[in-house]
């Protein structure tokens, strides 16, 4: 089908790495593999329980299973000519972290799907220092709010930008975060499927803007789910910032 705005068969040359693949992660990797995205790179050393069900993708037989085995075998059949990738690691800890390292260098963008600060402030600083876009997605512990952050390093703020409460000490995300591995594999908060579907709906439609150069990227999006509110934020990068201060846009 003809879209107005750009061409979607370049889609296909696109590499994109997924961190996370819960409630947001999986989503955002079935938006994406039917646009498609050539290659999906999934990492999450989660496995699925059964109280992750109320989220979408997954289904009761996948339950016990890596979920990157099972989200990679059901991307195959939404669409086959889509490669995808599966690293059951965390992206903070031996394997994973080499990995993870690698990935961001060989990938055209990163999406962030987890739930923690601490890994946030990671993937931004290795997003960063390797000039790779990242859309940085979460939802709000009450299960009705969210938000997109687009990460477009020496252009748009940084995720550690504007936040002087962190202080101004050696930025502890340039470092691998010690204790983020839950091993209940259990999130601890509820989110609604419709939010979930709303952030990453929001995630994706961003990072294809950014592939397809088309539109204009908001760099901050918030979004009120009780009172049906989608905020846009043009906030500025911090020329102080420990993490992008010293990158210049080259444009
Ligand atoms: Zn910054």
């Known amino acids: 089908m003809e879209f107005p705005f750009a061409d979607f068969s370049e889609l296909k040359e696109k590499r994109i790495l997924i961190v996370g693949v819960g409630g947001l992660g999986a989503v955002s990797a079935e938006i994406l593999t039917r646009c498609g995205v050539g290659k999906m790179v999934l990492m999450d050393y989660d496995t699925i329980e059964e109280a992750n069900l109320n989220r979408l993708i997954y289904d009761t037989s996948q339950v016990g299973m890596k979920k990157v085995d099972a989200l990679k075998a059901h991307l195959r059949k939404a669409n086959p000519e889509v490669t995808g990738v599966g690293h059951p690691f965390d992206i903070t800890d031996g394997k994973g972290y080499d990995l993870f390292v690698e990935e961001v260098g060989k990938s055209d963008a990163v999406l962030g799907c987890v739930d923690t600060f601490q890994v ?4 931004n600083s290795q997003c960063v220092k390797s000039g790779k876009p990242l859309i940085d997605g979460g939802a709000s512990t009450d299960g009705v709010n969210g938000s997109v952050h687009v990460v477009i ?6 995720f550690r930008c504007n936040r002087p409460v962190l202080g101004e000490a050696p930025p ?4 691998r975060p010690e204790g983020t591995r839950d091993t209940t594999g259990v999130c601890h908060f509820t989110s609604l499927p419709t939010t979930m579907g709303i952030i990453s709906s929001l995630q994706c439609q961003e990072v294809l803007k950014l592939l397809l150069n088309f539109g204009h990227t908001a760099p901050y999006l918030m979004y009120h789910g009780l009172e049906g509110v989608l905020e846009r934020y043009d906030w500025e990068r911090d020329p102080d910032c420990p993490v992008c201060g010293d990158i210049t846009d080259e444009e």
């Open 120 to 123: 946030r402030l990671f993937m």
């Open 153 to 158: 390093p020496g252009k748009t703020p940084c």
């Open 172 to 175: 502890v995300e340039m470092q």
